[in-house]
């Protein structure tokens, strides 16, 4: 330890009011990569981060830097799995799951190599876009193809059989589809 | 940590005002750089409150001489002999701006003070002489009297300034001053010291 004096007061004589502390020695300069191992660490309050505050900047990466990239990842995947299942979700409750769709029209897969001559309507706003009751035939395609093709799987088989099952379709208020989707606006004459 | 008090009895210095700021006790004298400035000695140009007195300078003028005290190395820009003991002045660091005397609390630089300070304890160390801090600005001199807790906190933090700074054999004033400047701002007493003791204007007993 270095004995040092600081005066405290001034006057036009010399130095009065001497405050004496003592001040640390100098340690042994550090031989090597192994002269660090023994280095005395940074006191209590500068690992509290009471430190300055340019401290923190120039830390080398570390292990707190690599769990914050791993937590970072597995935040990135949940954000992506929550996503996709919502988007499956509701693709499921606007249009209907694929399993459904297929046995509620299980007629249909005959007639899909046929449905490539027509152009097929955007899927989300087949629900919306009901088939009239009494569609126009299409020249170019058979009458019970056009609207089969065109409408979604969740809408085929009703709209398939109107040319037949129109007139023994009882008279009331139009059924929701078994999708869950919007109503059906117009009804079967 | 001690302290052996000699109360001045008699050339008190004119000191126009003084204050508390981080637990350093300021004493500043104020005066016209111009008439300074021409004076024909180093005394009498950077410590003009002691023009007169026997004051002199331990190296040429303009050379620094390197100070080290433990693992603390300095260079101050001026040391002189003054009595039986030092003085370490700083006069290269100001911005060379005029400070109004309502206003120079408000523009004080804490770092600066510090430096001038860890200089000081370096000075000390190597000379085994009592050193006063002194700091010359454009149109101001201070005097800095640190308390215990600046002292002690500047003396145990050698270490661990130069291995944050990531120094391998010594640290300078400066990374030693913003090494401990945080933690004396931190500390409970100091701070509200320095807002609550004020300016203690004596202009009116010091003539001009």
Not at chain 1, 103 to 108: M, R, S, Y
Not at chain 1, 124 to 132: E, F, K
Not at chain 2, 66 to 73: F, K, M, T
Request: negative net charge; contains cysteine.
């Amino acid at each position: 330890m270095i004995h040092v004096q600081i005066a405290s007061q001034l006057t036009s004589e010399g130095v009065h009011g001497v405050r004496w502390v003592l001040l640390e020695a100098a340690e042994p300069p550090p031989a090597g990569p192994a002269a660090e191992v023994g280095a005395p660490a940074l006191p209590a309050f500068a690992a509290a981060g009471t430190a300055p505050a340019a401290e923190a900047s120039p830390e080398p990466v570390g292990v707190d830097s690599s769990a914050d990239s791993l937590r970072l990842r597995l935040q990135k995947v949940l954000v992506v799995a929550l996503g996709l299942g919502a988007a499956l979700w509701t693709a499921a409750v606007q249009i209907g799951l694929p399993g459904r769709a297929a046995a509620a029209a299980p007629g249909e897969a005959a007639s899909a190599p046929a449905d490539a001559t027509v152009p097929a309507a955007p899927p989300a706003s087949a629900p919306a876009l009901d088939p009239p009751a009494t569609p126009a035939p299409d020249p170019a395609v058979g009458p019970s193809q056009a609207p089969a093709s065109a409408a979604p799987p969740a809408v085929r088989a009703p709209a398939a059989q109107t040319p037949t099952a129109a007139p023994v379709a009882p008279p009331g208020p139009p059924a929701a589809p078994a999708s869950g989707g919007l109503p059906r606006l117009t009804a079967s004459l | 940590m001690s302290t052996l008090q000699t109360p001045p009895t008699v050339n008190r210095l004119a000191w126009h005002d003084e204050a508390d700021v981080l637990g350093v006790r300021i004493r500043v004298h104020f005066f016209d750089p111009a008439e300074a400035d021409a004076a024909p000695d180093f005394v009498g140009r950077q410590l003009p409150i002691l023009a007169g007195s026997g004051a002199r300078l331990l190296a040429p003028e303009g050379l620094r001489q390197p100070y080290r005290a433990g693992a603390l190395l300095a260079q101050p820009d001026a040391v002189l002999a003054h009595g039986d003991g030092l003085l370490c002045l700083a006069y290269k660091g100001g911005d060379g701006r005029l400070v109004q005397r309502t206003l120079w609390q408000a523009r004080w630089r804490v770092d600066v003070m510090l430096q001038c300070i860890a200089s000081a304890m370096a000075v000390a160390g190597q000379t085994q002489k009592p050193t006063a801090a002194l700091w010359r600005g454009a149109n101001l001199l201070a005097q800095f009297d640190p308390g215990v807790a600046v002292l002690e906190c500047l003396a145990t933090n050698v270490g661990a300034a130069r291995h944050y700074w990531r120094e391998p054999q010594v640290v300078s004033p400066a990374q030693l001053a913003a090494f401990c400047e945080p933690q004396l701002r931190s500390l409970p007493g100091l701070a509200a010291s320095a807002a609550g003791i004020g300016s203690t204007d004596r202009d009116d007993s010091v003539p001009d």
